[in-house]
């Protein structure tokens, strides 16, 4: 794995899943500057917020064969290991995959970052375990309230 920061905005961006784990995807993609595609039968109301503010392009269904064709990064966020193997099926190598619920099928992976006003921290256990890398964040974020960096 090879650390980057990408300028998101730039890319076509599909989010498969309307719960909680494509809600917090989502969210950090708007945040980032990018207008995502999810799709999912049902939508968290963040979700629904979001389309009304024009951030985030809702398609109200399952996933269908060749939805992820037009689209350069996938984030698979479904329960449905169906569904999920369906969408690896279609993507191709050229495609930045991200399966939410399990890390080998995927070529790219999150990192936590805790944001100051100049500068950034990156956090990663490489997929293999979320609920470290949230505690690490938050550890972090603790020790740092103390700490002037000015």
């Given at each position: 794995m090879?650390?980057?920061?990408?300028?998101i905005?730039?890319?076509?961006?599909?989010v498969?899943g309307?719960?909680?784990?494509?809600?917090?995807k989502?969210c950090?993609?708007?945040?980032?500057?990018?207008?995502?595609?999810?799709i999912?039968?049902?939508?968290?109301?963040t979700?629904?917020?979001?389309?009304k503010?024009g951030?985030?392009?809702?398609r109200e269904r399952?996933?269908q064969?060749?939805?992820?064709?037009?689209?350069?990064?996938i984030?698979?966020?479904t329960?449905?290991?169906?569904v999920n193997?369906?969408i690896?099926?279609?993507?191709?190598?050229?495609?930045l995959?991200?399966?939410?619920?399990n890390?080998?099928n995927?070529n790219f992976?999150n990192m936590?970052?805790?944001k100051e006003?100049?500068?950034?921290?990156?956090l990663t256990?490489?997929g293999?375990?979320?609920?470290?890398t949230?505690?690490?964040k938050?550890k972090?974020?603790?020790?740092?309230?103390?700490?002037?960096?000015?």
């Amino acid at each position: 794995m090879y650390p980057i920061l990408i300028d998101i905005k730039q890319f076509s961006i599909l989010v498969v899943g309307g719960g909680k784990i494509a809600t917090r995807k989502v969210c950090g993609l708007i945040e980032a500057g990018a207008k995502p595609t999810v799709i999912s039968p049902n939508f968290s109301d963040t979700l629904l917020n979001a389309k009304k503010s024009g951030s985030v392009v809702l398609r109200e269904r399952s996933f269908q064969y060749g939805d992820t064709k037009s689209f350069q990064i996938i984030f698979i966020c479904t329960n449905n290991k169906a569904v999920n193997q369906a969408i690896l099926n279609e993507t191709t190598p050229r495609q930045l995959v991200n399966d939410t619920t399990n890390q080998y099928n995927s070529n790219f992976f999150n990192m936590a970052l805790i944001k100051e006003k100049d500068f950034g921290i990156a956090l990663t256990t490489k997929g293999k375990n979320p609920a470290k890398t949230k505690l690490l964040k938050q550890k972090l974020l603790s020790l740092l309230k103390g700490i002037s960096l000015d």
